[in-house]
């Protein structure tokens, strides 16, 4: 019982050291354990394109600046359109995946989200959403072969750097995120092209967002 009580309180432990440390994920850790191929770079927020953060909220979580973790309003929505627990998709923010991507599994389990809404909240409570934003670039899975951060798979798809992304390139980038092993961001088919012009769009109006972003400075 102890060490399962480690466990689960682990993560919250975790969690402010993450305010200084660059962390790495569940699956990174899984593939270096296993002998497979690992490309990573970390880079700070103020190193990756102004538009590619704006982006990402626009493809993932367009509440992302104004909950505390967990948009209720979203989840709210999904459970009450879902028939089971397969159809419970798409209700997690970008704090979500982040804890999900640092500590916890992936595939739909009523266990693994019971364990993630709190640690969410959590997370919110002691990152701020610069930081939090900051790490779910770094830690998302960007390529089909162990490419993770923003870095490697800008470098991947547009063989530049995160911080020479254009617009068109960072849109193309968050329409691949949810499946980076069967999208491809530099040969993108009409369904991914499609996502990404509704996600330039959005993120051209994103004054708002863009502010939440600047005023919580990461350390």
Same mark, same amino acid.
């Given at each position: 019982?102890?060490?399962?009580?480690?466990?689960?309180?682990?993560?919250?432990?975790?969690?402010?050291?993450?305010?200084?440390?660059?962390?790495?994920?569940?699956?990174?850790?899984?593939?270096?354990?296993?002998?497979?191929?690992?490309?990573?770079?970390?880079?700070?927020?103020?190193?990756?394109?102004?538009?590619?953060?704006l982006t990402?909220?626009?493809?993932?979580?367009?509440?992302?600046?104004?909950?505390?973790?967990?948009?209720?309003?979203?989840?709210?929505?999904?459970?009450?359109?879902?028939?089971?627990?397969?159809?419970?998709?798409?209700?997690?923010?970008?704090? /979500?995946?982040?804890?999900?991507?640092?500590?916890?599994?992936? %595939?739909?389990?009523?266990? +693994?989200? @019971?364990?993630?809404? *709190? !640690?969410?909240?959590?997370?919110?409570?002691?990152?701020?959403?610069?930081?939090?934003?900051?790490?779910?670039?770094?830690?998302?899975?960007?390529?089909?072969?162990?490419?993770?951060?923003?870095?490697?798979?800008?470098?991947?798809?547009?063989?530049?750097?995160?911080?020479?992304?254009?617009?068109?390139?960072?849109?193309?980038?968050?329409?691949?995120?949810?499946?980076?092993?069967?999208?491809?961001? /530099?040969?993108?088919?009409?369904?991914?092209?499609?996502?990404? %012009?509704?996600?330039?769009? +959005?993120a @051209?109006?994103?004054? *708002? !967002?863009?502010?939440?972003?600047?005023?919580?400075?990461?350390?």
């Amino acid at each position: 019982m102890a060490l399962v009580l480690f466990v689960i309180l682990l993560p919250y432990l975790l969690v402010p050291l993450y305010l200084v440390v660059n962390p790495v994920s569940i699956p990174m850790v899984t593939r270096y354990v296993t002998g497979q191929r690992v490309v990573r770079t970390n880079v700070p927020l103020d190193r990756v394109a102004r538009v590619l953060p704006l982006t990402v909220i626009a493809a993932e979580d367009a509440r992302f600046c104004s909950h505390s973790g967990v948009d209720w309003q979203s989840l709210r929505d999904i459970v009450s359109e879902a028939e089971d627990l397969e159809d419970l998709r798409g209700g997690s923010g970008i704090t /979500q995946q982040t804890v999900k991507n640092l500590f916890l599994w992936s %595939g739909r389990s009523y266990v +693994r989200k @019971a364990l993630e809404l *709190p !640690l969410s909240l959590w997370t919110d409570l002691i990152l701020p959403k610069r930081r939090v934003m900051e790490i779910y670039l770094n830690v998302a899975e960007w390529g089909p072969n162990g490419e993770f951060g923003v870095e490697a798979g800008a470098r991947r798809a547009f063989n530049k750097s995160a911080r020479d992304l254009t617009v068109r390139e960072a849109a193309l980038l968050a329409a691949i995120l949810p499946n980076p092993v069967r999208r491809n961001a /530099q040969r993108p088919g009409p369904a991914v092209s499609r996502l990404a %012009g509704i996600y330039q769009a +959005r993120a @051209a109006s994103s004054g *708002p !967002l863009d502010a939440c972003l600047r005023r919580a400075r990461a350390p």
